[in-house]
């Protein structure tokens, strides 16, 4: 069998060796986000940084963390799924933004991801396209007792994860292109009740599950497709902060 890429013993994409992070790591997009959710740490440090991955280290509340970018999309997700496991992880929160659905989720709320819509690409590597992405319930009632304890307004449900922002949510792509198989799909999300479009939680749901982690997500609605508004960064802090606060409260669990 093949053996994974290894650098020095440490991950070809990430630049990690193992022992390197500590069990809880939350995971934005943007490399940009990383210093953003360390603002609010005891203390932190960047630990390494490679293409679309920028990772720091430290302690929120007295717990140990890790912060990770992990680029836009499926693909780049992956990699860092795999190799934060490799690396010592196994409780991933996506922080992210999100495009709601609904005109009820206003811009700035928060939304807290149970399950994810498979339309990723990277997850279909690795189970049937029945299996589902779902997150751990430890981490959503984490999340969700984060969020009302900051008093941030909050929805919990389904989210739709695609590797595609604009055509495959719905947007015209260049010069008005929208294939016919696109067309209506905003629609048939909301009449199935889910709640908005991201683009990486299905991805790490589905790995998490596999490989008997634990995940959950955290998202900034900055986008509204029923009033066609969009504000990026609104409600970016807030998802920041409940995520952070998350690891805070699931570590008292497994204290308890
Ligand atoms: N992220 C998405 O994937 N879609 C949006 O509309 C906003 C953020």
Redesign the pocket.
Known sequence: MARAPRVGGRTYHLLLSPGDVPRYVLMPGDPGRVPTIAKFWDVGRELARNREYVTWVGKYKGVELAAVSTGIGSGSTAIAVEELLYAGADTFIRVG???ALRRDVRLGDVIIGIAAVRWDGASRWYAFPEYPAVAHWTVVRALVEAAESLGVRHHVGIVASTDS?YVG?ERPGFGGFLPQWVVGLVDSLRRLNVLS???ESATIFTMASIYGARAGGVYAA??NRETDEFQPEVGVEDAIRVANEAVKILASYESN
């Open positions: 933004t999100t495009g922002f949510q479009f991201e683009m900055i986008a």
